[in-house]
Nanobody
Framework: QVQLVESGGGLVQAGGSLRLSCVAS????????MGWFRQAPGKEREFVAR????????SYKDSVKGRFTISRDNAKNTVYLQMNSLKPEDTADYYC???????????????WGQGTQVTVSS
C-alpha cells in the first residue's frame, strides 16, 4: 500500500520559513516524480513544485520561484519543500503527490498524502 505522509506545516509570520517533508512508503520512490500542491480554502488545488526521479530537474509555480525549493532524498524516501519569504497568499493545505510522468496537472498524479496546513499571518 502506497502511503505519503506530509509534515512540517504550521503558523508563521509573513517573511518566515517552513520546511515541509513528505515520506513515502509502498513504492519504489526513485521511480516517481514527486510534486507539491496546495489548496487554499474555497480554491482549486494548484501545482507548487515538482522534481524528477533523480532530482535533476525541478519546476515551480511562477509565484513561488525564488522563494521555494523542492528537493528529494531517495535514500530516505523523502521529498522536501523549503519555503522561504512566506506570504499570506501562501496559506493553504500543502500536499505531496507521486507521478510516473512529469506533470503539473494534479489530475495526472497517482498518489497523494493527507496534507499539512500552512498558515502565514501578516
Amino acid at each position: 500500500q502506497v502511503q505519503l505522509v506530509e509534515s512540517g506545516g504550521g503558523l508563521v509570520q509573513a517573511g518566515g520559513s517552513l520546511r515541509l517533508s513528505c515520506v513515502a512508503s509502498g513504492l519504489t520512490f526513485s521511480s516517481w516524480t514527486m510534486g507539491w500542491f496546495r489548496q487554499a480554502p474555497g480554491k482549486e488545488r494548484e501545482f507548487v513544485a515538482r522534481i524528477t526521479r533523480s532530482g535533476g530537474s525541478t519546476s515551480y509555480k511562477d509565484s513561488v520561484k525564488g522563494r521555494f525549493t523542492i528537493s528529494r532524498d531517495n535514500a530516505k524516501n523523502t521529498v522536501y519543500l523549503q519555503m522561504n519569504s512566506l506570504k499570506p497568499e501562501d496559506t493553504a493545505d500543502y500536499y505531496c503527490a507521486a507521478d510516473l510522468g512529469y506533470h503539473s496537472d494534479p489530475n495526472r498524479y497517482d498518489y497523494w498524502g493527507q496534507g499539512t496546513q500552512v498558515t502565514v499571518s501578516s
